[in-house]
């Protein structure tokens, strides 16, 4: 068994719903096998600058059922480079942290990734994302949350779509990842999703507007992820127009409220497994692994597959989709 004293924890990156529970469940199962705990504010930014405390039971007490991070998120270019990461090195020495828990998406793994290979550290990455856009893992912390506040939120525009007989172009989160796009679409019974994995079939929108809102829908609604090439939802709404000046074509923008909220049971119970595993994990001398959940089993998946694959979409959800949709 590795001989683990002290753990430190932060998050980092985007914040995602159910961080909170992962943090209170890596703190706790630490401490019920006797290690210290240090919490890192601020991400990979707070080990640079040194802003770290150390966590009783009680320093994470009541916090399960907040959204966001009581650690803080930020995004830190310093340790990007070999320098940054030196004196971050130099921080854990000297507080004599012998091992990293991070939570976080696909950048702050990949971070933790570099900095375990540079200095030996075991470091145990949870995967704390709305994104879903880690592989090797069925879900991420926060995605069930996120999905659960796009299903409220569209349901909620259906109202006005239905009553003004009006086609919305509303816009998701993840722009190199569909799956809250697609999923939301699904949970919300949308007319279709757009999604980043098949900008390709962009054009299939114009039979779903010529076969379906035309014909027979007093509304339609469609997902958009977020996007560069196709300029997300306000640029499919302008393409629409242009052709369709007929059609009543409105907007919405989600934004950061899709981040934000009370984790569901679903993250909690997530969160709370994977962060009571990440510290097993370091207790069994793994290191450099992702915690992951396949098929409601804990896994232990090498960080160099969680961020370096791309994650397979469901593609016959798409056609599911289309079939409901008539
Ligand atoms: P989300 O998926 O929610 O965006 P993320 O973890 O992918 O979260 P990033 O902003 O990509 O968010 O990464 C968070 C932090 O991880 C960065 O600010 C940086 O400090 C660190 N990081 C990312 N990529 C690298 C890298 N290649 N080398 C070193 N550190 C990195």
Redesign the pocket.
Known sequence: MANIKCVGILT???D?PGMNAAIRAVTRTAIYNEMEVKGIYR??KGLLDGEIIPFKTNNVSNIIQQGGTILKTA???E??DPEGRRIAYETIQKEKIDALVVI????????AR?FAQEYNIPIVGLPG?I?NDLFGTDTTIGYDTALNTIMEAVDKIRDTATSHERLFFIEIMGRDAGFLALNGALAVGAEAAIIPEIWTEVDQLEELIEHGFRKSKNSSIVLVAESEITGGAMGMAERVKKKYPQYDVRVTILGHLQRGGSPTATDRILASRMGAAAIDALMEDQRNVMIGIQNDTIVYVPFSKAIKNDKPINRDLLNTLRILSI
Do not use: M, P
């Open positions: 980092s990156g985007g995602a991400g990979y995004r830190s270019t340790f990007r976080g998406g696909d950048g702050s793994l990949t971070g570099i994302t994104d």
